[in-house]
């Protein structure tokens, strides 16, 4: 069975990691403290959020997978989105981060996750 960081303390992780790097990053939503699900919403140059999320894997790890981008055309969808994640699941984590290097800070802090 696989031991799993507390998500305050992730979440905190992430958002330290992100200002530290020069970016920001701010919990949109706290979940429940240690065992929440955790949503990671990466904003783009563009204003546009790209949202992550730990999916489960055939060999039983759990890896981050991009589940829903932004659209210009239709940015309320995306929002929308986040706000039925957060009345179907009271206890999901929704953090939103924004950085200069989107695929960096993926590789570097959510593969190692």
Do not use: C
């Given at each position: ?80 989105y986040l706000d039925r994640r957060r009345t179907q699941d ?13 695929e960096r800070f993926i590789r570097d802090n959510l593969t190692?996750?």
């Open positions: 069975m696989e031991t799993r960081l507390p998500a305050h303390l992730e979440v905190n992780g992430y958002v330290r990691a992100v200002q530290a790097g020069g970016g920001f990053g701010m919990v949109l939503h706290k979940g429940e403290r240690d065992g929440g699900t955790i949503l990671i919403v990466m904003m783009e140059n563009q204003g546009l959020g790209v949202l992550y999320e730990r999916m489960p894997q055939i060999d039983g790890t759990r890896k981050w997978s991009q589940v829903k981008a932004q659209v210009s055309d239709n940015k309320s969808d995306f929002d929308d009271p206890d999901v984590w929704i953090v939103e981060l924004t950085v200069a290097d989107r190692a996750a």
